[in-house]
């Protein structure tokens, strides 16, 4: 079937490994410091970024062959400013104490390097179908790491994951701290660096 040919395949798997826009080519790191203190906030980011790209895709696919080029970045800029501005009413209407704890980062959506490099590299050349797949595989991938960090920032920083406590009382009784460190934005970047340096020791091979 032409919707899971091979290169429709690569178009959603390849951004979870071998083209990821974090581990690989180095994008999107500034909303990792800001969305990652806690899960809850990562997983909905991460959720809101997957969206807006496939979506974001989609539609500028659809309209390539009649967009002008000198006005091609405006064009792209205002389709993702209206789908980030409907996901931030939703958040708002559903989840807002979620919503607060964004707070400006989900505008900030709107600038992502990961969602406005897909649109002008890959939307802007391919069909619908494979944009959104692209979209999708590029939204999962800034997702996964962004719930990784959030997971060990919440843990060891909070002693707990989305909102429930892990760390059992009885390990305060004893003396066990929670490090303050992980809930500085400092520990997102190290995090972020340990990651790419175990997914390229063990995980990526260049060609």
Not at 23 to 39: D, E, H, K, P, R
Not at 43 to 66: D, K, P, W, Y
Not at 88 to 93: E, G, H, M, T
Not at 176 to 190: C, E, F, R, S, V
Request: charged share 10%; aromatic share 8%; net charge positive.
């Amino acid at each position: 079937m032409a919707l899971l040919s091979k290169q429709n395949k690569e178009a959603l798997t390849n951004p979870l490994n071998l083209d990821h826009p974090i581990l690989i080519q180095v994008l999107g790191i500034c909303s990792a410091l800001a969305v990652t203190s806690q899960l809850k906030p990562a997983i909905v980011m991460g959720l809101a970024v997957t969206v807006i790209t496939a979506f974001a895709n989609v539609i500028i696919s659809l309209l390539r062959n009649t967009i002008p080029n000198r006005i091609r970045i405006v064009v792209q800029l205002v389709v993702v400013a209206a789908l980030v501005t409907i996901v931030s009413q939703i958040l708002k209407a559903f989840a807002y104490d979620v919503s607060v704890q964004l707070s400006v980062y989900v505008g900030l959506i709107i600038t992502n390097c990961i969602l406005m490099g897909r649109l002008e590299a890959f939307a802007m050349q391919n069909k619908p179908w494979p944009s959104f797949l692209d979209g999708v595989g590029n939204g999962l991938g800034y997702a996964m790491i962004l719930v990784i960090v959030g997971a060990f920032r919440e843990f060891f920083g909070r002693g707990s994951l989305l909102g429930f406590q892990i760390i059992p009382q009885g390990a305060y009784d004893a003396g066990y701290i929670n490090n303050g460190m992980m809930t500085m934005p400092a520990m997102a970047l190290i995090l972020v660096g340990c990651v790419i340096w175990v997914h390229r020791a063990y995980f990526y091979k260049e060609k």
